[in-house]
């Protein structure tokens, strides 16, 4: 399996206030996502990176921000968690090579609850 | 990228094969068709993928048919544990991937 761990697995918060999820790679590779799944929705790109402090908006981004200060970490950031947030979030990682951008490899999922 | 349609569900006999078709009749040359399967809980797992030929691996073959308008994954051997969302995905070499729908493949005792 990819080296790729999310941090915390399960969290649950308050409206209002703000919450970092983390993703960290062994990997070495230069391109991380994040994604959101929710029920009859599917998975849904929030926000992605393609190189350190190189970072770039999904279908889904409002509400979120993203922050990528060395290859290894991506941190996902919910400013003011709002109920709608409450998901399962998912980190993703790929390499571009030879103009192909390649499998990504998912991580294990943070569920995170709004209340 | 092309759209996909899956069935929605499908059930299988432990030890039978399992046989997921979708259909990606807008498919263009130069897009690969990718299957990710998602066990309860888990994130995605990579299974296979291919542009043209058909592809096999540890997991799953990839059969894709000749004008590349449809394409079947098989699980030559189904067990309890590949219960799961599969998903088919075709995508240009150069883009992310998006996921669907997917089938939930449910394998019985």
């Known amino acids: 399996d990819a080296g790729i761990t999310q941090s915390p697995r399960h969290k649950v918060t308050e409206t209002g206030t703000p919450v970092t999820l983390r993703c960290h790679q062994t990997e070495n590779h230069r391109y991380m996502y994040w994604y959101r799944q929710d029920p009859g929705h599917g998975l849904r790109l929030i926000h992605y990176s393609y190189g350190v402090k190189d970072t770039d908006k999904g279908e889904v981004s409002d509400g979120y921000s993203v922050s990528r200060s060395k290859t290894e970490d991506f941190l996902l950031t919910l400013e003011s968690a709002t109920s709608s947030q409450t998901s399962v979030y998912f980190c993703?990682?790929?390499?571009?090579?030879?103009?192909?951008?390649?499998?990504?490899?998912f991580g294990p999922g943070t569920r995170l609850l709004v209340l | 990228d092309a759209k996909t349609t899956q069935p929605p569900s499908m059930d299988c006999a432990e030890g039978r094969a399992a046989n997921l078709p979708c259909n990606h009749s807008t498919i263009s040359g130069n897009e690969y068709v990718y299957w990710y399967r998602q066990i309860h809980s888990q994130g995605p797992q990579y299974i296979i993928h291919?542009?043209?030929n058909n592809e096999t691996n540890e997991m799953a073959s990839l059969i894709i048919t000749e004008d590349r308008k449809s394409s079947t994954l098989i699980l030559p051997h189904a067990t309890l544990r590949d219960t799961a969302v599969y998903y088919c995905i075709v995508r240009n070499a150069g883009n992310m991937l998006t996921f669907g729908g997917g089938t939930r493949l449910m394998v019985k005792p």
């Open positions: 291919g542009l043209k």
């Open positions: 993703a990682i790929s390499e571009y090579r030879d103009r192909i951008l390649e499998t990504q490899y």
